[in-house]
């Protein structure tokens, strides 16, 4: 792999990191989520284009589209139209040291400032805010325009026959339905809180957001909540939160 712009020390030690680390169970034995799978994606689509993942993104999503709200790093202008998250990285420092109690991490691995107009993700900020797994800015619109993407019907930028890829279980009889990049509907106590059908397609995001696609309907149902500013740790379980949305905006649908 070539690692494009920034610090390219910071990146291979990451690359590196991914490639060391054993797996924790037997390969088709069970769906555990984890960053590292959408951060190798990200360093691979980089080595294809040979160009840097937010210009890729400018040039294939966000331009096509006509996105004017959605980007990586977005400018200072723009934070009065952000929420603000947690300050400092409290609970990334606390995992970190729960899982690495042997190694005194410096000071200056975590912030101590409000996170605000800046990615929360502390593995994405020290990869320049640009990273496969976090870093992107949008608002409920824009998210909804990405969203249609994903749809056969909607799509501009994919063949409509990879859509199918997103609704179709590739873990079946696991603890988890997933599908290409996304949690299915089917899967046990999902945030879709059994209002959407089995093939419904959906992602979450850490710090309060949520989007799940149904594509027998073409509905999409977006949550841009915050559960991190001026919260305490443990941040809210927005579970219960989530489902409800879900079935009280299905109820409110079906019901015009």
């Keep these: 792999f070539y690692l494009f712009n920034r610090d390219s020390d910071i990146r291979e030690n ?26 190798a994606l990200g360093f691979l689509i980089e080595n294809i284009y040979q160009l840097p993942l937010d210009e890729i993104a400018r040039r294939e999503l966000f331009d096509p589209l006509n996105l004017v709200d959605t980007c990586f790093n977005p400018p200072k202008s723009l934070s009065p139209r952000i929420a603000a998250s947690e300050t ?10 729960d899982l690495y109690p042997e190694i005194q991490l410096p000071e200056s691995a975590f912030r101590t ?18 990273a496969g797994h976090a870093g ?3 608002t409920a619109g824009e998210t909804l325009k990405l969203a249609q993407q994903f749809l056969p019907e909607s799509t501009s930028i994919l063949h409509p026959e990879t859509c199918g890829m997103f609704r179709k279980n590739f873990s079946r009889g696991l603890n988890q339905a997933r599908s290409v990049s996304f949690q299915l509907a089917a899967t046990k106590e999902s945030t879709a809180g059994g209002a959407l059908t089995d093939d419904s397609f959906g992602h979450l995001g850490f710090t309060g957001t949520s989007l799940w696609i149904e594509p ?41």
């Design 136 to 138: 992107i800015f949008s």
């Design 113 to 130: 400032r409000t996170i605000w107009g800046e990615v929360h993700d502390n593995n994405c900020h020290f990869l320049d805010g640009v």
């Design 88 to 97: 400092g990285n409290t609970y990334e420092k606390q995992i970190a040291n």
């Design 216 to 256: 027998s309907t073409q509905r999409i149902f977006i949550l841009l909540t915050n559960r991190t500013h001026d919260h305490q740790l443990p941040f809210a379980d927005l579970t219960d939160t989530r489902q409800n949305f879900h079935r009280k905006a299905v109820g409110i649908l079906d019901r015009n």
């Design 14 to 39: 990451v690359l590196g990191q991914i490639t060391a680390d054993p797996t924790e169970v037997q390969v088709n034995s069970k769906v555990i989520y984890s960053d590292y799978n959408f951060l």
